[in-house]
């Protein structure tokens, strides 16, 4: 164990409050694993046509959260949620490409923290959606291969993508998949991998304290992976969601049901609702590069073990929100229903790696905290989100029980087998609700906020709301 102690000064975090001058052993590496629009589509969630046996293994020694949800569904905004602990508002982290130095120019970012605490900080991949945000004063490494997402070399992404524009110029990308002869070493996540193998073993040389994050590009569109990933899965065998066609009666808002025009920009999609093979073929893609970045996944765990810094590293993986795979007919993310809400997260610590489940309600703004925690890395008492730290050490702990999300002008409060979402338009005025009862709906083909038998429980969820998030949350 690394004894040397470090002497933390930190001033102010974002809202002004102040963290003593305190002495502090720093004894434990963290390696954060981000997957780009994982969700928790694995074996070790329950899906056993998924082949992913490195983040199995990785399940195995970990606590994995089986009801973690993100705090805003879509990358950008979720990234800078995550490392800076502040929760999205009206008006910051609202977007794709949402920025920690213009929404939170104040804020003392996760990175800053562990850096001001002596750790070594390394970003390599997609840690932050926009790579410029990752400057030298926060980060002592920093890798993003040229050129990357976009990065297949020698396959015919590109080509694909100039002969779909002659024909189409406004189109922005071009195939949404695309079977690859092509080893996995011309792709962007093999060279992120490599470059975070390369680094661990430089960090094994010098012993210091190191907090490492790791930005895997897949299963982010376009799904185009190598023809080996693909044939992991038999597409005739592949189901679509029950509620693919939205059930009748369903009373869900049309707010609930816009996610935006991400997937509309490759060629390939003639329309908007997919047919059933083309919907297979989403499905059967979203899987194999679900695959493909396990086995990047992998390459990292197993140099680190080979290493034997696993005996001193804690691990946390997450994929930064959820994921539509074609359930209410809708795919990618941008909506407040559990699908793009609903997040992978699990935490192997070397102390307590019991390879478990646990099913408490935690939320993205609570990784800051609990990454500080498990350190022993100190952080401001003002923080929004909570230490889930106590969670990993006892499966007799107990969360804050609630998570809070939101996605445009909808406020999403998921408390015990609920979801309640409030609109909300520019003068703070409901315009629309909508709850989904889990324990009866977990598909959430109903909304029931207007049955009689869920009026008190409406009430009280719309009051915890404004009760417990409070005004700046609605700005």
């Not at 790791?214 to 190598?226: A, D, E, Q, T």
């Not at 559990?338 to 997260?345: A, D, G, I, Q």
């Not at 107990?398 to 979402?421: A, E, H, M, P, Q």
Request: glycine content about 6%; aromatic content about 12%.
């Amino acid at each position: 164990m690394n004894k040397n102690i470090f002497l933390l000064t930190v001033s102010a975090l974002y809202s002004n409050s102040i963290v003593a001058n305190i002495n502090y052993v720093a004894s434990k590496n963290i390696l954060f694993i981000i997957c780009d629009d994982l969700r928790p589509e694995l074996n070790c969630y329950g899906n056993s046509m998924i082949v992913s046996p490195n983040i199995d293994e990785l399940a195995n020694n970990s606590v994995v959260f089986n009801r973690a949800y993100c705090n805003i569904p879509v990358s950008g905004a979720s990234r800078a949620s995550i490392f800076t602990g502040l929760r999205p508002t009206k008006s910051r982290f609202v977007s794709w490409n949402a920025r920690v130095d213009k929404d939170a120019p104040n804020a003392v970012t996760l990175q800053k923290r562990f850096k001001d605490a002596g750790y070594v900080t390394i970003a390599n991949g997609k840690v932050y959606h926009n790579q410029d945000e990752a400057p030298k004063k926060y980060w002592d490494k920093v890798f993003y291969p040229e050129g990357a997402p976009h990065l297949w070399y020698q396959t015919d992404y590109n080509k694909n993508l100039m002969i779909q524009k002659e024909n189409n110029p406004k189109l922005k990308r071009g195939l949404y998949y695309e079977y690859s002869d092509n080893p996995d070493s011309l792709f962007v996540d093999w060279i992120i991998a490599e470059k975070s193998i390369s680094d661990l073993k430089e960090l094994k040389k010098n012993g210091k304290p190191f907090f490492m994050s790791i930005g895997f590009i897949r299963p982010h569109l376009p799904f185009i992976v190598s023809e080996e990933y693909w044939k992991l899965y038999d597409e005739d065998s592949i189901s679509i969601p029950d509620n693919y066609i939205l059930k009748e009666g369903n009373l869900i808002p049309k707010a609930a049901l816009l996610n935006g025009g991400e997937l509309s920009q490759y060629s390939g999609i003639k329309k908007r609702h997919l047919d059933i093979s083309d919907a297979k073929k989403m499905i059967h893609g979203y899987y194999a590069s679900v695959s493909c970045v396990d086995v990047q996944v992998g390459r990292v765990l197993d140099a680190l073990k080979k290493m034997g810094l696993d005996k001193n590293t804690i691990i946390v993986f997450i994929g930064d929100h959820g994921w539509n795979l074609g359930e209410h007919g809708l795919w990618c993310k941008n909506t407040i229903l559990n699908s793009s809400l609903h997040s992978t997260l699990m935490i192997s610590h070397p102390e307590y790696r019991k390879g478990r489940k646990c099913n408490e309600i935690v939320e993205f703004i609570d990784l800051y905290p609990t990454m500080c925690d498990m350190a022993g890395v100190e952080y401001a008492s003002s923080m929004e989100g909570e230490s889930i730290f106590p969670l990993v050490k006892s499966e007799n702990a107990r969360s804050k029980g609630y998570c809070v999300s939101r996605w445009n002008n909808g406020f999403t409060l998921i408390k015990d087998n609920y979801f309640y979402t409030e609109w909300r338009d520019k003068k703070n005025l409901l315009v629309d609700s909508l709850l989904f009862d889990h324990k009866n709906d977990s598909s959430e083909n109903y909304n029931v906020v207007q049955k009689e038998e869920y009026s008190s429980i409406v009430n009280e969820l719309s009051e915890f709301l404004r009760k417990h998030i409070g005004k700046d949350y609605l700005k």
